[in-house]
């Protein structure tokens, strides 16, 4: 059994949030065999990054408001 | 179990044109110094095998970043390796297949099978897994132990070996996704999100307590001025405006404006500029009313009128002064005429003086010559004679100089003294003569300053003031008549000042109530913007962030809790035989025996890996480079020898295995390798020719050895094949 | 919750102290729960879980009430082991946190128990364990009874809620 597998078996033997963190491991799996460590990160941070522009947007409107 | 049985290298990294390589022999050599195709030869399995999975930063190996596959001096063609394996249904042919000056050129892996069946693409790479159950990093821990995995280890660097460990025991995809997901700092980002989110708060709560004290503050000043706590609304305020709107339109028909349009604010928002509207107006019509105007023309005029009566005045008693001082000196000196005729007395009798003291100037130079005469000329004999007609005299000296000293002498200084005397009177009469002039010159002046002043009291009056008339008291009139009217306007203008003043106190109330209202208003704004949906989304972006950190986290943890699992899996089933193959090799005399452990980095969760010896000492301090290069080969070998039951290849290949090998370790090394080329094919790439001697001479089974002669950019490696 | 809510608390705050004033939200809390509609509400001030609430259709919850004016809070051996308990009677554990702090207001988070290790736990950890719509129901309803109760609170103290939770318990 390849790391995937191992990795997905804790995952499934998680008790909250299983779907949502297999999702996320298949993405992850699929930026690092592409660009490995570089490129899992890269997919981490721009996922992030996207809450954290939304997160900019709203906060900047609501210095705007008060 | 797979044999490997041939290899055909074309056009792959060091070689140029085909080369064949035959694995007939339980142990195949290639020898050669440095760059000459060795490792090439080994890499070209992995490849074959592999493909793309073999290169690149996910494999972990440094040297893996922007591997080529294609020889660099070749401009076209194809690169190929075809790899030959005898396994327990025959032979099997894989050929890996890329098109060279394409970097990123698609591979083409076919697969022929012993039955002659023949699978391309997906096909063949899932018929390869099918086959040989083998990841790249399975292949690195058991079957071909790299170079470059024996570089790393050598490093004294704690991390970087720990990466090299794990790189030996396959556990590269969990260390590299690892540090990806630690190089990708979320916590960081999730942190700043939420230091961003407090700072916005600690400011909105910082303005609502300033609102609060400024509240607070006006209030206290509102009731202090009397406006009761039901006056802080807006329609109060409204109201209040109305009744300042009302009473300026009242100051303006007082005041004498027609035609005044009062403005009355309708909404809160209008009461700042209502405010500043009200100060403008009153000012305006303030300035404009005719009492006011009036007021101020009077005043132009009285300030006009009361500097020439002053003046005046003052020129009057300059006048009346100098006359005065004039009659004083006239009554005492007398006037011009006989100031005039005193002096005219005193010069005629200094003449009459003058002709006495010539006369009797005369007679005293007579006196004088004589005596003179009788001194110094005649001779002392002739002293008693008259020197005119010669008669006796004895007595003639004595009887002058008597004369001279009792008469003469006296009488020239009593007319000296009396003409002195004449003289000092003249210069005071003409002093005094010149005084009266100068008091009548003052009067004159003091005169003509009256006449000016009255002339500008003419002017001022606008009239002519006749001779008869008293221009003072013509002035006075005037000042007298300007006071009555300015005391009735008084009045009038006392009672609007008061109402206007009446007005600003009710518009300073408003302003008190505005204010309060104004901050209560920014208060209630702040407070809103805590409940908009901008606000509901900012902590629903927060708590996604935070839930996607949290996930990542429990990947984290599942991607630690793996790779120590299968760390600690791998240790065990290699130890007894990581400790045996160690011991052989090394025969340290300090290290009884090597244990190895792992354990989880707790701040990263990658695996951290530590030796001890069998008596429980630390041995890291003493192991040499050869020492560390022993414990990586008895750990690839002592992993070979673990998984030997599920291993599908049946040969292992090692590169470069002696770095910073003594020469008794090699010794001990090739021992090793007798033993284990009893289970395994072996192939050995190496460039120590002692290594090399070793293993022609100790190792007993046949032995296939390739020497790499020499490279070219045009030929590749040139290579020949010996036997033993 | 709005700020004059706030300052209500902070009043109360000053005048008590944070440890009866934790209590004493607390009270406020298990009121709060009652008026959305809890039918089964059990306060405890000492041993055990501080409350559990329950609605007639079985929605269940055993919540740690902790207070704070920081950003972390902490849990105890003792905590976990209370929360755990409840678990095992089908009740869904439950961190409820009140910052101290203007503009924020109560946090229920339903972290997994196997992840709760005793010590400090930063709030921004629970984010990812809101219970969004428990905090829906009960939020407004604690700002009300607040609102309702801050006078007498003040002026009687925790004995005062604790007369009121028993006369609503009887009623019940």
Known sequence: ?66 | MFELIRLRVCGFRGFVGEQEFSFDRPVTLLCGENHRGKSSTLNAVEWCLFGDKCIGKKTGIRERVDWEIANRYLQEGEVAVTAEFKGPKGTYRITREQSVGRRRAAQKVTVLLPDGTQLQGDEAENMLYVLFRSSFQDFMTAVYQHQEAIRAILTQEPRERNDAIDRLLGLSPYREILKGIIGARLEETLTNMEGRREDFRKRCEQAIRTLDNLIREERGKAIAEGIPEEAFTEQEALNRAAGIAEAVKYLAEELGAVDFKARVPVTFGEIAEFREWVKTQTDRLWAQAPDVLKQETLAAEQQKLVIPKGRYEEAKGAETAAQAEKDKFVGQFGDEVALVEAIEQQQREIEQLDGQIRKTNAKANLVREAMRYLKEVVPDAERGRCPLCGADAPRLLAHLETEWEQKVKSQVEELEQQKRERQSKLEDFDSLRDKLGTLERNLKNARSGCEDCLRAIAQTLRREIGKEEDPLALLSRRLEQIAREQESIGEAISKKRANISDLYDKLGKLRTIDEILVHQQKRAVIERVWETKELLELEESLNEASQFVEDVRALRTALAEASLEEAEGKIHSAESALDKYFCSIVKHPAIPGLVMEVAEDSRTGLNSYSFKSKDGTDPTPILSQGDLNCFALSLFLGLSEATADTQRFAFLMLDDPTQSLGPEMKRELVSVLEDIANRRELIIATPDPEFKSLLTTHITKTKAVYNFTGWTDKGGPQVTRTMS | MNTSTFQRLQQIRDKFGPGIFGKIAQKLLALAFYEAGFHHVVERGVQGVDIDAATEDAIRYTLEVKTTEGESVPISEENIGALKDRAKDGYTPVLAVLRMQMFEDWLFAAVPLNRLQPGSVALSRLRSYRLSSLEASIRPEFERIVNEHWSSVLARGEHYLIQTLGEIAKTR
């Not at chain 1, 998680?14 to 779907?19: C, G, N, P, Q, T």
């Not at chain 1, 690092?32 to 570089?38: K, L, P, S, W």
């Open chain 1, 1 to 66: 059994m390849g790391y995937r597998e191992k990795v997905l078996d804790k995952i499934n033997a998680m008790e909250h949030r299983a779907d949502e963190r297999r999702f996320l491991w298949q993405t992850l799996i699929n930026s690092f065999e592409q660009e490995g460590a570089d490129g899992a990160a890269n997919e981490l941070a721009g996922r992030i990054g996207k809450v954290q522009e939304r997160f900019d947007t709203l906060l900047e409107k609501l210095e705007e408001m008060a």
